[in-house]
C-alpha cells in the first residue's frame, strides 16, 4: 500500500482508480480517505480561484474596451481638430 506522499503526488483520476481497487478489495485505509479528502480540497480551492481570476479577468477586459473607446473618441476630436 502506498503512504500519504505517494498518494499525493498521483494525479486525482489515478488516486480514485486506487481507491477504488482497494475498496473492491474490502479495504479503505485512513491514508487513502485523507489523501481523498485533500485532492477534494485541492480541487475546490483552485475551482475558487479559477473563478476570481475569471473575474477579474472580465473586469479587464472591460476597462480595456472602455479605454479603446474612449481613445477612439479622442483619435476623432483630434481628427476634426488637427484634420
Do not use: F, H
Not at 480517505?33 to 472591460?62: F, G, K, P, S, Y
Amino acid at each position: 500500500m502506498r503512504d500519504y506522499t505517494d498518494l499525493m503526488n498521483i494525479s486525482p483520476d489515478e488516486l480514485a482508480q486506487y481507491a477504488r481497487e482497494y475498496v473492491k478489495l474490502g479495504i479503505l485505509s485512513s491514508v487513502i480517505i485523507e489523501a481523498l479528502a485533500d485532492q477534494l480540497e485541492t480541487q475546490a480551492a483552485e475551482a475558487v480561484q479559477a473563478d476570481r481570476l475569471r473575474e477579474e479577468l472580465e473586469e479587464a477586459e472591460q476597462r480595456a474596451t472602455m479605454w479603446q473607446e474612449e481613445c477612439r473618441a479622442l483619435q476623432r476630436q483630434m481628427d476634426r481638430t488637427y484634420g
